[in-house]
């Protein structure tokens, strides 16, 4: 068993291994439908990790910052996944989160993005993110990550 404690500092027992998500819904279920990541003694984590120590946690929602930037991220995940549909020979260099949303700098080669390209690549982001894909993050070494 785990302890964690709430932000009004109640302090709840749960079994070892479970996730964020899980938390979330047994605190309140419409929070776990809110909740875009969780805060776990103070390091932003994704929702669906185990956690198998006691801490201090927070479910994070659009109305956290935090819960923004983790909005934002999976969704510039989102941009490039379209972005790269559409332009097979893209080469990517860094999509973070900002202060106003997301972006990603790409180089599209001998392609152009015009203002009219925006709403399709916008409808596809739509499309994949009703597909719910998960996205999982993989920590590899720099040797295995030049692979890729």
Known sequence: MIKLELPDG???EFEAGISGFEVAKAIYPKLAKEALGIKINDEVKDLKLPIYEDG???ILSWQ???GKKVLWHSSAHLLAEALQE???DIQFTIGPPVEQGFYY????GDHQIST???ERIEQRMHELAREKNPYTKEDVSTE?????
């Open 86 to 88: 559409f332009y097979p």
């Open 64 to 66: 956290d910052e935090e």
């Open 144 to 148: 295995k990550a030049r692979e890729f």
């Open 105 to 108: 700098d790409v180089d599209l």
């Open 56 to 58: 201090k946690i927070q």
């Open 116 to 118: 009219d390209d925006f």
């Open 10 to 12: 109640a302090v709840k």
